[in-house]
């Protein structure tokens, strides 16, 4: 645990979400459980093992000692979920208070988050990059104001909300949970981009027809869970999107494809586009954010571009 001591040693201030220590990448033996991310104000430490707790009590006496040394005089805000491989996560508020509402912000826009209840807490730190490059897509188009967007498994609509942000003029989000919508639209209204987006709260495999008579689209995101009982298995279902996308995009449209499945590597996704949509055009790999770094980067976070041709 002696790297994770260390991370917390060397934390600096900050006002972003962001991803402070990720033994998950396996670049720290003897950590490989252990995450640590901010939530300002508030400190997420989540374990994908049993904590003892003597560690428990080491990390909060870290983080205490250190908060005070770069924020004297302010309350520390620490949360500790455990996920243990069977059972139930456990969810418990160490040290503090959690806003509520609790508001993050990333690169000027704003979400909402929730840290004590679910495994999911609204917005997913690694995907900060793949967010960058929706924003930089958009912004760089000729007529922004005229582009279209599909945001597939949408979740809270962060890829909608900075689609707007750089100047979309359409998204339409897709997602089958009702109550992540609900949050995605709070995130629109938050940003004072309500307006040119839209939620459906459909599953994305009943709904081929809704979103045909939407149109052709200039970019479409597709950001999966890598296994949800009932809803996505990405071994079967990820080709069942892929086809679908040459068309559904726009002449010189972009697609932008995201996998979170350590088993899975880059040629899941490349193999199955070059049989399902051998027309559209590999682009990048998009890097994550160094806080992410990976012993094994096939293992780590997949989001990759691609582009149809041009008309």
């Not at 006002?15 to 508030?42: K, N």
């Not at 806003?99 to 909402?112: F, K, M, N, S």
């Amino acid at each position: 645990m002696q790297a994770l001591l260390e991370a917390i040693a060397a934390m600096a201030p900050c006002t972003d979400v962001q991803r402070v220590f990720h033994g998950r990448g396996a670049r720290q033996p003897g950590c490989e459980h252990l995450v640590l991310d901010a939530y300002p104000p508030v400190w997420l430490l989540t374990s994908f093992a049993p904590l003892p707790e003597p560690d428990v009590v080491a990390i909060g006496d870290a983080l205490a000692q250190r908060w005070h040394a770069i924020a004297p005089g302010q309350p520390l805000n620490w949360v500790l979920q455990t996920r243990p491989s069977s059972g139930p996560a456990e969810t418990r508020l160490m040290a503090g208070s959690v806003p509520d509402p609790h508001v993050v912000t990333e690169h000027g826009a704003r979400y909402l988050v929730h840290l004590l209840r679910g495994q999911n807490h609204g917005l997913f730190p690694d995907m900060a990059a793949g967010r960058a490059w929706v924003h930089r897509t958009v912004a760089a188009h000729a007529a922004p104001q005229r582009m279209r967007v599909l945001n597939l498994f949408a979740y809270t609509c962060a890829f909608s909300v900075v689609a707007r942000l750089a100047g979309a003029g359409q998204v339409l989000n897709m997602d089958m949970s009702r109550a992540a919508l609900a949050i995605g639209q709070q995130n629109h209204q938050l940003n004072g981009v309500a307006a040119g987006a839209s939620f459906a709260a459909h599953d994305v495999f009943s709904s081929w027809g809704k979103i045909n008579r939407g149109g052709a689209y200039d970019l479409i995101v597709v950001d999966p869970p890598s296994y949800q009982k009932g809803s996505f298995v990405a071994t079967k279902d990820y080709a069942r999107v892929m086809r679908r996308l040459p068309d559904l995009l726009m002449p010189g449209g972009h697609a932008l494809l995201c996998l979170n499945a350590p088993e899975l590597g880059v040629d899941f996704l490349t193999g199955h586009m070059a049989e399902q949509a051998p027309e559209l055009q590999f682009v990048e790999r998009v890097a994550n954010p160094p806080a992410f770094a990976d012993a094994d980067e096939e293992r780590s976070l997949k989001v990759l571009a691609y582009r149809a041709p041009a008309a």
